[in-house]
Every structure is written in structure tokens, then in C-alpha cells.
């Protein structure tokens, strides 16, 4: 069972950039499909990206041309570039182990305990 940490969260300004990584740890994190999720305060949970197990990428339409995910298989660790940072990115970000369908991506695994990102000047 694949077990996942999230970590490079901080404070960045406006116009900013932060990577998160999902380094995993049981299990061969290629053999997986891996989403980043994140959660605003007051609101719900949303998907933001996600990388499958063939590599092929998806990501959301408020992220779409400022964050890139990517994947290491040689450190296990999956990333999430993030740039060009606005304040409605301010959130805890999650990944997790998805499942892709034709509608989108969603959550199989459990939610760790996530990384705080925090867009402000």
C-alpha cells in the first residue's frame, strides 16, 4: 500500500512560485495515478492536477498554463510547479492516490495531512 507525504508548502507573493512534492513511500508511485487536490478555507475540496500512470497530465481549468505536474520515478516523488501564484490559489494541498475517467479525476487513496500554501503580499 502506497503511503504519501506532501511537503514544500510556504508563503509566496503574488506572481510567486512554489513546487510541492508527494514523495511516496510501499509502493512504486508509477504504478499509480496521482492527483493534487486542495482546499480553501470555507470551501470544499477541489481537484487541481493529476498525473496517471501512463504520464499523461491533467489539470484544472484555474491552473491550467501555471502548474505543471511531473513525476520522479527515480525518487518516487511526485511535483507540483507551481507559478504566477494569486491569492485564490491560498489553500491546503493534498495528493493522493485518483482514479482518471473520461469526466475528470478523482480520489482513491486516503488524504494525508497536507501542505499549506499561502499567496500573499
Known amino acids: 500500500q502506497v503511503q504519501l507525504v506532501e511537503s514544500g508548502g510556504g508563503l509566496a507573493q503574488p506572481g510567486g512560485s512554489l513546487r510541492l512534492s508527494c514523495a511516496a513511500s510501499?509502493?512504486?508511485?508509477?504504478?499509480?495515478?496521482i492527483g493534487w487536490f486542495r482546499q480553501a478555507p470555507g470551501k470544499e475540496r477541489e481537484s487541481v492536477s493529476c498525473?496517471?500512470?501512463?504520464?499523461?497530465?491533467y489539470y484544472s481549468d484555474s491552473v491550467k498554463g501555471r502548474f505543471t505536474i511531473s513525476r520522479d520515478s527515480a525518487k518516487n516523488t511526485v511535483y507540483l510547479q507551481m507559478n504566477s501564484l494569486r491569492p485564490e490559489d491560498t489553500a491546503v494541498y493534498y495528493c493522493v492516490r485518483a482514479i482518471v475517467y473520461r469526466t475528470g479525476w478523482y480520489r482513491s487513496g486516503d488524504w494525508g495531512q497536507g501542505t499549506q500554501v499561502t499567496v500573499s503580499s
Open positions: 498525473i496517471g500512470s501512463t504520464g499523461a497530465t
Open positions: 510501499g509502493s512504486t508511485l508509477a504504478s499509480y495515478a
